[in-house]
Each structure stands twice: as C-alpha cells, then as structure tokens.
C-alpha cells in the first residue's frame, strides 16, 4: 500500500504510478484466432472437443443445451434465503433498468419535414458468464435484465461448467432473469458460437458479459461481425471520506474491492491524516481475518494507496484523474462533492451506501467501465440493447424549401447524382 | 447488376451472395502498429515526417496547427450560395441533436433509497476529417455539431492538406460548427496523435470520424485507450419502391449512392416488374451523364441488384435481413411498412425524401451503420459525446430494508468483505 499527500514533491508522477495499467497483458491472440477459426469450420464438434481440453468435460451434443428439467433442478437447490435476496435484487435491477428507457423522438418543424428518431431492441444478444472462481450469480442479473427490459427477445448465455460443476445460483438467476436458453461451453468457443453460429447455437447480435483473457481477445477479433460491450480491466474503488467518517467501514469497503483480484486497486482519499492511520489500521487487523485474506493481501499491498488531500476540492480533482469505476464519496455534503466529479462509472453517496450495495441490490448495474474508461464510456445499461433509427419524411413544400441547399452542397462536393436526384423533384 | 426475384429458386442464396462482404481487405496493421509507436516514441517530429512522405507536404512545427486567419481566409473563399447552404444545413443538424439530448433521471424508491442516472459530455473529443477525394465538409458538421451540442468542451479536428492542397469548404464548416483547434495531419499518425498525445496536440478521450484502411485500423489498435466510434464499411442504399413511383426519380436515388464508391451497393426491392425494367433503363441512360460515370457505373455493374417481390411484406422481410445503411420507403403507406422494419441506419419516407437530403441537410447524422451492423449499431449521435454516471444514496432505513439481502448474496459468492462491508452498517 502507498501513502501519498498532494503536498509531496512528485505527487503527480506517484499518482501516475499508480494509476500503471494493471491489467497482465498476456499475448493469446493467435490462439484465440485459432480457435475461433475450428469453430467456424467444424461448428459443434469443435465446441465438444474444446470442452473436453479446456473444461475437462464430456460435452456431447445432447448436453451442450442446459434444459429445463436441470435448471429446474438447479432452482430448486438454492435455499431459500438466497432465492429470496436474487428475487429481491432483480426487482429492483429491473425497476431500475426500466426507469432508463428512453422515448422516441418525433416532430414537424417549420417546414413542414418530419423528423424522428426510433428506438429498437436488437433480435438476439448472447451473454458470456465465467465458470469457475468468477461465477457470479450477481453478473447474471446485471447482464441479462437489461437485455429482457429492452426487449431483446432471445437472450443466448453461455456458462463452462469446469470439470462439469454447475453453480445451481448462477442457473437460479438465470432463470430468475428469464433466460431459458443455455449453453454449457465457455472460453473463446463460446464466443465464436454466439458470433458465428453451429448447427445448435443461432448466432446472435452483441455478446456481452466478462471473461478472461480469451474470452476478451475473442470478443475484440470478432467486434464488427457482432457488437460487443467494453473489456473490462481488473476492478477499482475510489472511497474519498473525510475525519467524519467510521474508520471501520471505509476499511471493509476497500477489502470488498481488494477481494475481488489480485488486480483489484483500492484507493482512498482523505483530508485527515488520523483517519488514514485508522483506516490503514483497521485494514491491517481485518484481512487477516478474511475468507480472501491471500488475495485482497495481494491486492491491498500492490495497488492499494491512500492520498491526504489538503481538501475535499482536491480530492475530486483526482477522481477526475483517476476517472475511477466505483466512486464512494462519504463526506458532509455528498451532494456538492459529486457535482464536481465529471468521470467516474458509479457513484455512491454517504455513510449509509458501501459499494457492495451497489454489486447487487441497489439497482443501478454493476457492470462499469475500468482502467479510466469513465472518461468515455459508461456502465451497461438498456442502451446496450437498444439501437436507433432516424428517420424523415419531407412533403413538396419541405423539399422544395431546403432542397436547394442539398443541391448546393452536393454539387460542391462533386456528387452530380446526388444533386440531380433533389434537384429532378424541385423541377415538378 | 443483378436482378433477383423472391420467386427464383435459390434466392435465399443469391440474396446471401448479393450482400457479402465489399469491404476490400487489405493488412495494414504492421505498418499502422509501426506508424503508431513512432508518434509515441517521437511525436511531433515523427508526423513532420511522415506527413513529408505521405502527404508530400513540408509541415513544420509552426504550420501543423491551422490558425485563426488561416481559417478566416478559407471562409471567405467560399462562394456566398456554399456558405448560406452550409449554414442552413448546420442549423437543421444542430436542431435535431439538440431534440436528442437524454435528460437525466432521479427517483426515490419505496425505501426511501435515492437512485439516478446522470449523463455528462465527454472532456475531448478528436475528429478525423478525410483529405483528398474523400473530404466531405458535409461531414465536418455530422461530426463536430453532435460533439458540440452535447456539451464536449474541447474538440480536435485532423485533416490532411495532400500536396499542401486545403479544401476551404471543409475549414468553412469546421468554422461553423464552433471547432477552432484544427490540425494539418492525417492516416495513422494523426489517430497516434490524438490518442496518445504530442508536445502540439494534447490527447483526446474518443476518435470520431471517417478514413482510409490505415486510419480504421489505428482506431482500431488505439481503442480502450480512447473510445472510437464504429468503424465503417463502403456505403449503401436499399430502395422499397412500388409501381406508383417515378422511376427517373428511383435511379437517381440508386445512382447517388453508386458514386460514393465503386464498393458502394444500391438495391432496388419492387413488386413490379416493369417498374424494375423502367428503373434499369433510366440508370443505363443517365450513368453515362453522371461526373462520376466510372464509380457509380463500376458500383453498379458490380454491387447493383434489383430484387422482384411479390409483395411489399416480402420487400420489408428482406430489408431486415439486409439491415441496411440507408433506407427509403416509397410506398402507398411508407408508415405501414416503416413500422414492420427493424433494421436500418437511416429510414426516408414517401416521393419527396430522397436519401441525399439526408446526406446534407434533413437533420438526422448521415454517419450510419454499414454492412448490416444496422443490426446492432446506430448512426452518429450525441449519445457519442456523452457518458453516463449512476449513483445511488441510501439512508440508514433503506439500507436496513436491502441490506441483508445484499449481505445474502455476497456470501453466496464468497466475498466476504463485501457481505462485512454491508452487515457492520447494519449492526449499529
């Protein structure tokens, strides 16, 4: 963990260090390439014959579609508490998501055109879901209730199932999400599937979802063919409190980033030197007591950092900078503080909101730019799953009032045709 | 050009065949990958010189920014009829982004919990402008106006003077579009450029805009470090016309999107066959009067089809299938048939909409999706410009209703410190 204050000589050069991509950028782009080339060639017998290599698992062509009888099953051995707390979070995911909607567009302006803009959901997105030590339940909600609210009306998700182990709550929340058609095959094959299509995987439009490294690379080799939503980098947290605060929960609040990943990076910025010892403290006693401890160790020792600022408008001044993926701001006046913020992927205001509420329940997604993205993209959400068409519609009077201008241009830029097909409408 | 028809046997196939891929592949990541370390390593002195090589033009330090009177000049240059037009044309475009400015959303939940949605406009945004045959001041205004209406405080254009020759229409709409900061430099140094930064030109968060192979594939190799918009294909047209329609009218509207490009494609879908043969003998006669007889009539020989159907339901089937760039809809109930398509970059309704107003001056963005992306993908927007922020703040009641069920769920997932994080704000 690094202690710096914006009074160091060499702050911003220590910030930038910081702030280093820490993403391991392994090379697996001729693999990956290779892979998705077999199967679009060789379609499902390529997917059976990368699960037995990658997933150690007998797939045949029978049991690459999940049905309904062991989903069902899978339900069904889910306590009951969990059903519930899943039942609750996609409520509220759902409420949330649906608010998001946008409205078409339409209108007539003074020259009689018509102008609109329509919104329509895509035919068919498949969502990747990790299998093994990234299956999170949480990440199925967040990915396949904002397709369902757009209106998306096939939703195609693929889940590995490692040495054939199925978590039964990542099927639960499938099903809770109303998606019924599922696939046991990951990794790049998967992706090539959902992109390119088998005898027994429609292709769909956009693949969205997190993955590892070759999910990432296949995603990128085939964006063009279908949409894709951003890679994500590892997780982040900004937490900025001031000496008001409880030492004890912006401690877990930057282990509840630090747990995710040995990558994770967990920042916090204060103005009072004692509550950075307090929170320094408190973290030091609490990892040792965690289910994660190794890994938000890791995390916490080679990407943590905490920064005295000298005041609250110099903290947001480095969020900006760091343009972070969870920003916590628990200081007396959250309100004015997030005016001030210009990037950053998810907010969470006050002492009363951990950013872990905002993993699963809250409602807003989870699913957030990383690595500094905040600066041009944005969470998932139903625009996702959404496109636009514009659209006009000009009578004689519209055309014959704006058409000249079209003519103009068009002969100035040397398009004759263009010109001469307004043109042959004003000469009637 | 080819003539189908939805009766033939095999026209599933033909129709598959009409619409593969145009794009002309040629690799050029090698000597883009190389052209982009360069700028990194060298900066303003690598895209001096790589300018001197391709542009054969002799940058300096000093001329790399195009200045106030530089541009002052190239307005005045411009005949009074160009300048009127361009300003029309800006104003229509200015108007209908403005229409689609997202407004932000905030609720209060039944537990008391606060949740919203903020949208903010992107810090910098670079726009690449095409030098040569492909400058089109038509599209400074779709690029920059979207920007600049959604709020974007800095915005950098690119655009290469070949042989020192400058279009001063292109600066003239660059000048009314409100965009100041201009830059002599082209291909994949300037996409370097604007990506990663140089001693002249800061860095930008998203590259917009359109170019050669070399350009689309530096967008490519710098994307995640900025945004980048779609990366697009050659231009196309699907025109739904019945026997009611001016056939003179019909193949100019082909032939305007035949003169883009020899890869351009125009299609004609119509439920009379002698419509069809009206149409095809007035392209034949016309194509030879055209500026650009040699590309549209090259697009058209190559890329041109006329599809028969035997009714306008199969014409709006294919148009789904084909989800094309532009589309128009002259029909006896354009809004009937526009309401079955779910596909399309662009949609022009009815006699007197032709696609080429669309191209100047309708309003709406003329940069759409290409090759079928129509399926996932939306035109231009100020959605291009501005980024979302969710946020939400929870008070102690909302966080004991939600809480446990977040408490729940992360324990399910074995993150502890996220299931602590919430639970200790429980306890007080």
Sequence with gaps: ?????????????????LLADRATAIDVSEAVAAIIARVRAEGDAALIDLTARFDRFPLTETTLHIGATEIGAAVAAVPAAQR??????????????????????????????????????????????????????????????????????????????????????VLAAAHRAGVTEIYRVGGAQAVAALAYGTARI??????????????????????????????????EVLVIADAAQNPDHVALDLLAQAEHDEAAQAILITDDAGFADAVAETIARVLKTLPRSAVAGASWRDHGAIVLVRNLDEATAIANRIAPEHLQIMTADPARDFARIRHAGAVFLGRHTPEAIGDYIAGPNHVLPTSGTARFAS??????????????????ASLATIGPSAVTLAEAEGLGAHARSVAIRLEA
């Excluded at 204050?5 to 930038?16: C, E, Q, R, S």
């Excluded at 567009?105 to 879901?129: H, K, M, Q, S």
Aim: aromatic content about 8%; some cysteine; proline content about 8%.
């Design 84 to 169: 519930a707390a899943l039942d609750r979070a996609a409520t509220r995911i759902e409420t949330f998501h649906r608010a998001q909607m946008p409205a078409d567009l339409a209108f007539t302006d003074e020259t009689g055109a018509r102008l609109g803009l329509r919104w329509g959901p895509l035919d068919a997105v498949g969502i990747y879901v990790p299998g093994g030590k990234a299956a999170y339940p949480s990440s199925v909600l967040m990915n396949a209730i904002p397709a369902r609210i757009a209106g998306v009306s096939r939703i195609a998700m693929c889940v590995p199932t490692p040495d054939g182990v199925t978590n039964p709550l």
């Design 1 to 17: 963990m690094r202690r710096l204050a914006t009074t160091d000589p060499g702050f911003d050069a220590a910030l930038a260090a």
């Design 379 to 396: 969470g998932l959400s139903v625009y996702d799953f959404l496109k636009r068409t514009t659209w006009a519609e000009l009578d004689a």
């Design 202 to 235: 429609a292709p769909v439009d956009r693949i969205v979802g997190p993955g590892n490294a070759y999910v990432a690379e296949a995603k990128r080799l085939v964006f063009g063919r279908v949409g894709i939503d951003s890679i994500a980098g590892p997780s």
